[in-house]
């Protein structure tokens, strides 16, 4: 089993490398490169837009520079010819005060009100800038000058045309076919004035073509780049597929192989389309397949190999499968829709491949193992998330085997209670540590009384568990295996933690306690220190030791005689009371009360039931009781249910009794209303 179990994990192991190279890796790649390409041919558009408007702008900032100089000496000189000097650049401006007020206007003040301080590639110094309210397009941004493409783009669409009517003139003549305006302030005056003249952003064709002949080339490099990429992707597919038929072909048949089966078989169970279906796993085996070898040849039984592979192939309904696992063994995945439709369906494929040869008679045999339905709450189908095809398969081997030896076909069912009982033990031991942590388990009080006076003199602590998946679960459906893992003696720790702490609560609230006994299980006596480590437990909560009884049950006594023996006295020194539980069940009862120093001795249920008139039972009961009184030990009697065995008891002695006549088990809500 662990071999076969190192087996699927080295073909998952594999096909999952191969897988690696799955096309939608590559388109994904492809994807993100072609984003990046698309990022960095933007931004390089962008800086180089940026580059070409810092440029040329420069070129009109010297103008508007050279503009503002001759108005400046002007003024000094007082020339009255400075307005004429200034329409000869053929520039727009105006000059206004340092209150922003217009002093003097040449052409169209079509400044916007947006303004910021940029620099200039060639210059070091800033410049005031205005966007143009009509030509917005060139704008300030982060310190530079910036071109929104967007925008401008729009407007040649909508709005825009060539400033020349002819534009072959305007490539013939080398003139500007685009001209893009922004506003640029010079102090003048000794800053007392500004001049802001109007610098025009201008393009030919020539430098149009230029562009998209730069952008053109960058889109074909970046569609080789895709190209080659989504290539590169697709003769990955190839390959990959080319390489997984390989990995799930069996040699022999040509069909399925083992590593199919493991690989697929679960995603075919689990796959959303296959909600509505039942699903049986199937173990087949050629069951004389090694003597026709030995006899004939092992090319001989390859070829029936293959005959079988191609009759159960043939047998094959939607979303079933089938596979050769190698030396005549094959796996089958089929729909059934109830156990006899699908036995009588085995029993014929069987009957066929028993005569697939004239020749020779054959003999198969088949272990199933049965999967339901997923269902919700409302019942309805939902994918089966929790099957496991490698248990379904081992259950299905499992079944096979247990048909026995032999040489005839046969088929077997994986037995469905064993399933379940499976299916609770795992389920019990994921949810156990988190149970504890999130104090799911509760303590129920079952109360003892007096039979005489019919006082409360004791109660016992019994354990519930509360899940919030399965609600209220009976002790007997956990104890046993937490018995057997060892966590019992966790669930100990934890009873005899709650119960101190209910103890001392209500010996707060003034209450008059009666001892509770709290089991101990025989797992737990192995420890030599479990007296210290109960008396730390419930000293560290302040409840006195009278109030808390240990209980053993019988069996304890049959391990290590003098480590039980040791504990008990070190529990006694300490102040606790401790009780044998289910006297009278084991065959060493006596022998037991001879050696140990036992506080409390509690009868077995099972002396009072059955008939209430039954001699015997109350000679027994009534020496039990002799017995214990003899040797200075109260008496319990569980399981008491009716008058009768309450007068008995109460004739004979008994000192409590514990049992539905007077209480059932409750929380301890209850038992504190029943206490005060």
Not at 553 to 573: H, P, R, Y
Request: hydrophobic share 40%; aromatic share 10%.
């Amino acid at each position: 089993m662990a071999d076969k179990k190192e087996g699927r994990s080295k073909s998952e192991k594999r096909y999952r490398k191969i897988r690696r190279s799955h096309i939608w890796t590559s388109i994904v790649e492809f994807l993100v490169f072609s984003v990046v390409l698309a990022g960095v041919l933007f931004f390089a558009v962008q800086a180089f837009v940026s580059y070409v408007i810092d440029t040329k702008i420069g070129s009109e900032y010297e103008k508007i520079q050279y503009m503002a100089r001759i108005y400046d000496n002007g003024l000094k000189n007082n020339d009255s010819n400075i307005y004429n000097l200034l329409v000869e650049e053929g520039h727009d401006y105006v000059i206004t005060g340092s209150d922003g007020s217009r002093i003097h206007l040449n052409g169209e003040d079509t400044r916007g009100t947006q303004s910021a301080e940029v620099t200039l590639s060639a210059y070091d110094e800033k410049v005031l800038v205005y966007r143009d309210s009509k030509r917005d397009f060139i704008y300030p941004k982060n310190g530079r000058l910036s071109l929104d493409l967007r925008e401008f783009a729009e407007w040649m669409r909508d709005e825009g045309k060539w400033e020349e009517k002819d534009p072959d003139y305007a490539l013939a003549h080398n003139t500007s076919i685009i001209n893009l305006p922004i506003w640029i302030s010079i102090d003048v005056d000794n800053g007392n004035k500004h001049f802001i003249g109007k610098a025009v952003f201008s393009s030919n064709r020539r430098d149009i073509n230029l562009f998209i002949a730069l952008i053109g080339s960058l889109a074909g490099l970046m569609g080789i780049i895709l190209i080659t990429l989504l290539g590169a992707g697709v003769r990955n597919f190839i390959r990959q597929r080319r390489m997984l038929s390989l990995f799930f072909t069996d040699v022999v048949t040509e069909g399925h192989n083992q590593t199919w089966l493991l690989v697929k078989g679960e995603h075919m169970i689990r796959k959303k389309s296959s909600t509505k279906n039942r699903f049986a796993v199937v173990s087949l085996k050629f069951v004389n397949y090694n003597t026709f070898c030995i006899c004939h040849s092992v090319a001989e039984g390859d070829k029936i190999l293959c005959r079988i592979y191609h009759l159960l192939s043939g047998k094959l309904r939607k979303y079933e499968t089938c596979s050769h696992l190698g030396l005549g063994a094959y796996g089958l995945i089929l729909r059934y829709n109830s156990e006899d439709e699908l036995r009588q369906r085995l029993g014929g494929i069987i009957g066929e491949l028993e005569n697939i040869d004239s020749d020779h008679k054959f003999y198969f045999r088949a272990g199933v193992s049965l999967t339901e339905k997923a269902i919700d709450s409302e019942g309805e189908p939902v994918k089966p998330k929790n099957i496991k095809f490698d248990t379904e398969f081992n259950h299905a081997t499992g079944a096979r085997l247990s048909l026995g030896p032999g040489e005839d076909s046969g088929i077997a069912f994986f037995d469905d209670k064993l399933i379940e009982e499976q299916k609770w033990l795992d389920k019990v031991q994921e949810m156990q540590q988190s149970a504890l942590d999130n104090e799911e388990f509760l303590v129920y009080y079952q109360p003892k009384y007096d039979p005489k006076s019919e006082k409360l003199k004791g109660a016992e602590a019994l354990i519930r568990w509360n899940s919030p998946e399965f609600g209220l679960i009976p002790p007997g459906k956990f104890i046993p295996i937490f018995e057997n893992n060892g966590f019992i003696t966790e669930i100990d720790h934890y009873m005899i933690r709650h119960v101190a702490a209910d103890q001392k609560a209500w010996l707060d609230k003034g209450y008059k306690c009666v001892p509770v006994s709290v089991n101990v299980s025989r797992a737990h006596f192995i420890e030599s220190d479990l007296a210290d480590q109960i008396k730390d437990m419930v000293d560290e909560i302040g409840t006195p030791h009278e109030y808390i009884e240990i209980e053993l049950t019988e069996s304890a006594f049959f391990d290590d005689k003098k480590a039980m023996l040791g504990t008990i006295s070190k529990l006694k020194s300490y102040g606790f009371a401790v009780s044998m539980d289910d006297f009278g069940s084991g065959y060493s009862s006596l022998n037991s009360l001879k050696d140990m120093p036992l506080d409390v001795l509690k009868l077995d249920a099972e002396f009072f039931r059955g008939e209430t008139n039954d001699k015997r039972a109350e000679i027994v009961v009534s020496e039990a009781i002799k017995l214990a009184k003899n040797l200075n030990m109260r008496i319990v009697a569980e399981g008491v249910e009716i008058k009768e065995q309450v007068d008995f008891l109460a004739g004979e002695g008994c000192d409590m009794i514990q049992g539905y006549y007077f209480a059932k088990p409750m929380p301890k809500e209850e038992y504190e209303q029943k206490m005060s």
